[in-house]
């Protein structure tokens, strides 16, 4: 097995985090989270979504957001930018990379984007183009990269169709997300490794969900196929208000345990973020209290 010296870790609690729950969390108490989770030693983090508020309340402070980052040396915020418009917003604001998304699954990413999934490669396409000539980095993130909750498990061959797509017209990564957490590890393995054989020199990156608990064994499996980067949430929070079932992400605190037993260093102080598990707890819960109060 194989068992790297280090790890990176994106947190994503902020963005897939929040983007489902039903109270709205003030901007000033998201930029204060955002200096803790800093703090802690994050130094990826996705901080918003660049979607229209109406589809996604909590995201309807994108642009402030992207005005009020914490600008600290080694730290790179990213943003789900979803078309042309989003771009535009994107490029307003702090926020250094673009992170454009689509799903593996036709079906779900007509429920998530109202378009096929060439249909939303072929808005991608140029708005990679675009994205790199201002000088920004570009990531690619493929949705339901495993298992739809429409259509059920999902052809490696379509993942690696629309990969393909995605390299070629310039990504600088690449994500897999299991969006409702029924990827096993031999899926994970399958594909991710397969993928790093093709394309060598681009980043994997994975975005896991934990219905049947199978999160950090797919961690692990990610592990071995060459991963680089694995997305989390502080106290597990998040969900895909486009995918029936979806539950949280794997649990920040839970995986940075895990991989600094087996000797896998993450830049983190666990302590920091086992404390962060409880704030995020305790700042939703002021917030729906605070919408009861209303």
């Not at 991608?124 to 498990?153: H, M, N, W, Y």
């Not at 980067?229 to 969900?239: E, S």
Request: with cysteine.
């Amino acid at each position: 097995m194989i068992f790297p010296e280090k790890l990176k870790i994106r947190d994503v609690t902020l963005r897939d985090g929040l983007q489902n729950e039903p109270v709205f969390v003030e901007t000033d108490q998201k930029v204060n989270k955002i200096k803790n989770l800093i703090e802690a030693g994050f130094d990826r983090l996705e901080v918003t979504s660049f979607v229209h508020p109406k589809w996604v309340p909590a995201m309807q402070d994108a642009d402030e957001i992207g005005q009020n980052l914490p600008m600290t040396r080694g730290v790179e915020y990213e943003a789900l930018v979803p078309n042309r418009r989003g771009l535009d917003r994107f490029l307003n604001s702090k926020i250094h990379n673009a992170l454009f998304f689509l799903s593996a699954s036709t079906q779900h990413n007509q429920a998530n984007l109202n378009k096929s999934s060439n249909e939303s490669l072929i808005e991608i396409k140029d708005l990679i183009e675009q994205t790199t000539k201002e000088g920004r980095k570009t990531i690619g993130a493929i949705s339901t990269a495993f298992v739809c909750p429409f259509a059920g498990i999902v052809p490696y061959s379509e993942v690696e169709r629309i990969a393909e797509f995605l390299v070629k017209n310039g990504v600088c990564e690449l994500g897999l997300g299991d969006t409702i957490g029924k990827a096993t590890p031999k899926q994970v393995y399958e594909y991710c490794s397969r993928l790093a054989e093709k394309f060598p020199d681009v980043p994997i990156g994975l975005h896991l969900h934990d219905t049947y608990g199978y999160g950090l064994a797919n961690v692990m499996a990610g592990i071995q196929a060459g991963v680089h980067l694995v997305d989390v949430a502080q106290a597990g929070l998040g969900g895909c208000p486009y995918a029936p079932g979806s539950p949280g992400n794997i649990q920040a605190s839970r995986v940075v345990e895990f991989l600094e037993k087996q000797n896998i260093k993450t830049g983190l102080d666990l302590e920091r973020v086992k404390n962060l598990d409880k704030a995020f707890r305790e700042l939703l819960n002021n917030a729906r209290n605070f919408k009861e109060t209303v």
